[in-house]
T-cell receptor, first 116, second 114 residues
Framework: AQKVTQAQTEISVVEKEDVTLDCVYETRDTTYYLFWYKQPPSGELVFLIRRNSFDEQNEISGRYSWNFQKSTSSFNFTITASQVVDSAVYFCALSERYSGNTPLVFGKGTRLSVIA | EAQVTQNPRYLITVTGKKLTVTCSQNMNHEYMSWYRQDPGLGLRQIYY???????DKGDVPEGYKVSRKEKRNFPLILESPSPNQTSLYFCASKPTGEANQPQHFGDGTRLSIL
């Protein structure tokens, strides 16, 4: 069965520090997709990135970067030079490729607090 | 603007009083889904729909009903709400049932059942 573990429940950093949010997943499928979502204090869920299981290239988008390693079943998210606006709950999620329902299986989330 | 719209955003009600949370998307998406978010549990899928008139249970369907009579609408029905259904609910949609597509989420509905 698929499972996503975000071991860090809460993290606090001072503004401008770098921070890495960990995500470890379990799946029996060889083709799957990993996602990160951000939930700011206003409550909505904002899609950040999708990664395919067959593409292990790391990705950088501004201050955000993602490190995908199939060997360790991890898909970690790093924010460089954090800002107060980065304060949110971040969810890692997994979706397997098979016919029928393709739900997002979410981790329990990591609450990031960036202190000015 | 492409969006998923949920109503109401907030609701406080009492045990046993039937309620419906509406969800509408304007992106012509085939796949729609409901999730609930609870502290320490993340988000869990309640029901999903692959297309009009095609619905099925997710991981936590007990106490909920859904219908999909039109492509754009996917209401969540609580026939006899109970306090353990107090939660934050999200409706989501994506173009088809393919796993590689990110889901677009509504802004959430916070339900309190007293």
């Amino acid at each position: 069965a698929q499972k996503v573990t975000q071991a860090q429940t809460e993290i606090s950093v001072v503004e401008k520090e770098d921070v890495t949010l960990d995500c470890v997943y379990e799946t029996r499928d060889t083709t799957y997709y990993l996602f990160w979502y951000k939930q700011p204090p206003s409550g909505e869920l904002v899609f950040l990135i999708r990664r395919n299981s067959f593409d292990e290239q790391n990705e950088i988008s501004g201050r955000y970067s993602w490190n995908f390693q199939k060997s360790t079943s991890s898909f970690n998210f790093t924010i460089t030079a954090s800002q107060v606006v980065d304060s949110a709950v971040y969810f890692c999620a997994l979706s397997e490729r098979y016919s029928g329902n393709t739900p997002l299986v979410f981790g329990k989330g990591t609450r990031l607090s960036v202190i000015a | 603007e492409a969006q998923v719209t949920q109503n109401p955003r907030y609701l406080i009600t009492v045990t046993g009083k039937k309620l419906t949370v509406t969800c509408s998307q304007n992106m012509n998406h085939e796949y729609m889904s409901w999730y609930r978010q609870d502290p320490g549990l993340g988000l869990r899928q309640i029901y999903y729909s692959m297309n009009v008139e095609v619905t099925d249970k997710g991981d936590v369907p007990e106490g909920y009903k859904v219908s999909r009579k039109e492509k754009r609408n996917f209401p969540l029905i609580l026939e006899s709400p109970s306090p353990n259904q107090t939660s934050l609910y999200f409706c989501a949609s994506k173009p088809t049932g393919e796993a590689n597509q990110p889901q677009h989420f509504g802004d959430g509905t916070r339900l309190s059942i007293l």
